[in-house]
């Protein structure tokens, strides 16, 4: 007879740190939000359906079961405190960049790519940052506040520096956002979307984080997010999207925003998983 | 400190009935529909998740902020008196149209388009009205009744004449409804929906009535309907679609079968609200 | 003064067996699969909302009014007895096919096409099985269960050979079952979905059974299943391809997991329904 | 092999309408309603789910499967048109009374009982109204409407004579229409609950027809209902109180108000139909 | 013809600041919680739904039309900020104290109590606090943090001193904060709750502070809520409570965690908006 | 930094089998069920939610931290093979008894509590079996089949002498089931519960195997299973009667029928935890 535990971590991963080149470490933050919270429950909840996949992609015919990857769980953080929570993320990224790494964070808000990056930039001088997102979140404050999931992008240019920021899918901001990603960054519209296969030349010798905001995808396929916006890409797109970037340097990535209580089919969070598989099968 | 109650207008839409030129009314009736009624909350629910928009659309490089309408608040209607509600649309509509005003109805079932464009018929001579539905809606009678969501289009024509309507989108009808369409009016199935960039010149200098039953989008993008019929436009299609009016010369519009309490995710409301911001842009 | 019992037959399906050559009957089994069950509720629910659709389609210019066909209801089976259901299953496919009707099986879950198209086989020598799933559902055993959800198109290659059975819009499936699959049979994965219209020659002289897991559709578009596979799928493009199947002669076809409770906007019924009328549009 | 069709009417009811004391009728009208519009399915669904009752009763030791009772269907009723409704109801009521049936209505909203109440009227003399609700539904017109949800016991009491008029359960209403009640009727109030098996005694030797708005029970036990109250009786309780009326002279009755879309837990429709179970063994 | 917008004050509430003895406001905070979020959305939706209710009381004989009472909308906040926010509503609090007003404030998550009562203790010297509670919510720091919604009884016990502090409904509590509550407070546990009549006669002379969590009551009849626990209060039991305070000095009111996203049937907002309206007629 | 997966035992459960009393262990199974099934998720998430209460009870004033007890997780069992099922769940319950455990399983259907007791029976011969459910389960056999969910109690009498089964909040059963079971068992209906304490004293000196369906709760409390049937316990009133076995010699027990899909406030596993807590604090 055999027994086992519910799933708690990603598909096959290893508790093998040491000989994980991809590792994946859940950051449940959500309190900066201005709609919808409830991201914090992304992390356990694509791990917990991560069961309904194979290991196997038939779009690389590869296979998990023949990488060494390891599943960190999820960062403890103290509910409610920004700064501290900021801090600690930022220790850990870079500890996992200083180890050599290629992390996955799995989202928790998206101000955690802030820290993220911050601490990438560490290791990495020649960063770029990809951004998908329907959100330029580009804002220089939110209510008065610089951190936060509506200025993190803002943030992340004055850190990389904003000509090594390329956002694709964009399709909500403020007059004033938008027209500083325009004039200072790489903003390119939803309906610029084919524009990404172009540009995926001018980033080929960089080293890139991806930083993917699941609600690029629109809301019939990804539901599950808390400030959903009609018109986006369908998951197909996306995931042919990722399977583009095998020529990349892919030295980080992030997917952020999944917010599972608002998605009862499901489908959000495994659409996540999927990108996960192919993003570990893809970097490694 | 600041207060706020939660928005009851939609985005920064004004008290100034004057110097507005666009205008905003909810119509909340929908009690002869034949399937789910509820569409009735939906202009209430749409100005509710409308703080979930910006007021700048990236997709026409404009602001509502730069805009002055007006957001009349729903007309107060007597429930289950047919005859009733659409004598006092009749004249509400008659009112707005003779102001010189552009008007933006929020449904309310369907049916309510039907004393709006025989109001906008009375100031405008040569209307022509669109129409984007999954349904023909051209049935005589619907069970001994002549005024139903399923008969409106049939009353439309024989108010403007059927060679002034333009059906697009249409996946749903009787044997008879879409044969008298067929030969009466200018019906164009889902299939045919590339036609409508050619009969857009056909109609440039007309009056254009826009009405648009939102569940010609696919239930996959706006499940939050009475009647939904799979294999319909995407968010992206509509979106689109409307973008590529701007020189039409549109008098007024409704957006109609909107129904909150099938949709938990928001997306049908938030898609309705996307469409009503670019419209106000678009046609001020 | 009229009045009515809530459908319970699917549109405006006869009691005559004798004069039908389509004939439709529910298959409510749910008890092997692996994921989430429930699909036992789809035949009921499927005929429930086909009230909801018109008889006539715009698609086919063809009315079901004009048609006589039979829905016999559910077939009753002892919950979780795998044998004695695939059994039950067996002997009555036979007689449909023996009686020289085309049947329209309604799943219940994807196990059922094994005992049938087993039952088609012995009446059609030429048989072919064409396959819409994300699954490939090519394993030899699960758990040590030879009749599985996740076996079921193994044993359908088994008894017919796998070279007569093809396989669209897969997307999921383990490394061994997918190499099987590629060497002794004929599968197309979801990026080559277009390829499907070259095969459609290859078809035409043969006996074709059709069948179709709604999961191949995107879970957007057809949330209520049991293993919803991001990245398949439009109903449009599902609906299309039905459509072209009109030179083929079919003589047979399931529609399986449907799974109602996992979709509050019964979208994925919805869907279901119109694919059964068009198929019996379509085959009689 | 044994085939069936979902069960289309409320367990095993007959289709003998003559030998039959009691009658089944679903009344499926919603339109006036001022909140979630949606009793219209009640029906429909109450029998639906009836399988998962039994037809045995253990609370009063009898079975169903010795009573001669019939389930009519649903009357077919114009949607949006009052007038015709009400006409419509009120003939069919008479035939039933007539016919010296005891029926027990299935809503649709509560105006329903307006039409049934009155014709009871017209063949008992000494009939009694004994009315269980959250609502007073005691208003002399609802925004100008004499006929509504909100005024059905003001026009029943004028009907009837308003001392005929027992109501349990009251926890809601205005100023106006609560004194109207307390002066004229007799209300109870649902913390005086207890008092109705005080005047039990009272009814004993009338004709009594039973109206039972489902939202007296609290919306914990029933939130399908269209004006959910909290603050009411449990299940239980209702269960026990129908049980005790079994030395009245039952003449008719109805259950409204039950609005399936808002429960998908079922409960609502469950309790409604094992209330029905209940009143068909007590009154035959 | 009337036009409205949607209810976004409370009932029938007055802008009138100056003559309203009562007022009500919003603290849309709850991003220290360890569970669920999502009570931000809880003052909005209760002023929306209070539309569903009398202004008058069937418990009372009294009607919100007579009382003079303001609703101020809801205080805005800096997403995140938890010590700004807490700063924020101490300084709000003691304005409205010191203006003599008594104030209903409407959660947000259960922190906010500890400003909202450090500022009625400025006013108040003789206050008590009486709490309604599953949980006792007397951590002295969760993980590292002072200032929690599992704190927030020992920030507030601290500042009023414990003997003034008396909690009842209790069914859940780390052994230790159970231990100190027990040796410095007044705790009831659930099962008491029958001792809060004994206790009201002592709390008869003093300036008491009502903080209600809505977790007190059953997630039966209270499933929108961050942190359900099972085996509370029913709807009744509350009200019934809350009318026996009527000899009381009640000199503020707070009314936590309603979280209307898990609750589709909106009981728990209904039940939370007719307590502010008895605490309304109540205590002016 | 620390880091943790998210919860996959019950709460504060070591792996330390040799040196536990109390074992927990999840049967998934759950083909039988003739409603809706879905109790196969029940084990995992009862563990999830287990995160949602505190290790500490209010209600025995005991703490697990000073347990020692044993989540072996869930026994995998092969989709759909009954007889391979209920072997291995025998031979797995006789191996946990042998070992002088006592046993907590978590369903999984009803019928899994046959093998259960009957390998109970093996070490203990004076076995009285203590049942908690809605319906009787005491058909002889269900649509042919003699081991069905419906069947169980049957299987089980005829295992354990019928005299040794104590049924309790009975409800629902056909007539015959209830006939046999009042002749040949003890069956206490939901409006006797008051007499558990009655029959507690008998069963004082007997090897005692507790079997709770959850639905006997009322579905208010408990929306989460399979076949809900209204009027039931309170949570309360379960909890309470679980408190009162404290002097009971209980060897053993399971709770079956959680099926979490249906309940999105998840407070019928949560309620399945408490008692879970309840009884590894009282039986040890």
Chains 1, 2, 3, 4, 5, 6 share one sequence.
Do not use: W
Request: aromatic share 12%; with cysteine; hydrophobic share 40%.
């Amino acid at each position: 007879m055999n027994f086992k535990l519910y799933k708690s971590s990603f598909l096959c991963a290893t508790e093998d740190y040491i000989n994980s080149k991809v590792v994946l470490a859940g950051v449940p933050m959500d309190f900066t939000v201005s709609f919808k919270p409830g991201s914090r429950f992304g992390p356990s909840k694509i791990r917990e359906v991560s069961v309904g996949l194979e290991e196997y992609s038939v779009y690389q015919n590869k296979n998990l079961f023949n990488k060494v990857f390891y599943d960190m769980g999820d960062l403890e953080l103290p509910f409610g405190n920004v700064d501290r929570c900021i801090n600690m993320i930022f220790e850990f990224g870079k500890k996992v960049f200083k180890d050599d790494k290629i992390p996955i964070f799995l989202g928790g808000e998206h101000l955690i790519s802030f820290p993220l990056i911050k601490a990438a930039k560490e290791t990495y001088d020649d960063l770029v940052v990809l951004h998908f997102d329907a959100h330029a979140d580009m804002r220089d404050d939110y209510m008065g506040e610089k951190l936060s999931h509506a200025t993190v992008m803002r943030r992340v240019g004055e850190e990389i520096g904003f000509k090594n920021l390329y956002q694709f899918g964009i399709r909500s901001g403020s007059e004033e956002e938008i027209s500083f990603a325009k004039e200072n960054g790489h903003v390119f519209f939803i309906y610029e979307i084919e524009r990404f296969f172009e540009v995926l030349s001018e980033l080929q010798n960089k080293s890139v984080y991806l930083s993917i905001d699941i609600d690029v995808v629109d809301p019939a396929f990804a539901p599950g997010t808390g400030t959903p916006e009609p018109g986006g890409l369908t998951s197909m797109q996306l995931i042919d999207i990722i399977l583009k970037m095998e020529k990349l340097n892919i030295i980080g990535a992030d997917i952020v925003e999944v917010s599972p209580y608002y998605d009862i089919s499901d489908r959000t969070t495994l659409l996540a998983a999927k990108i996960i598989r192919e993003l570990v099968l893809l970097v490694d």
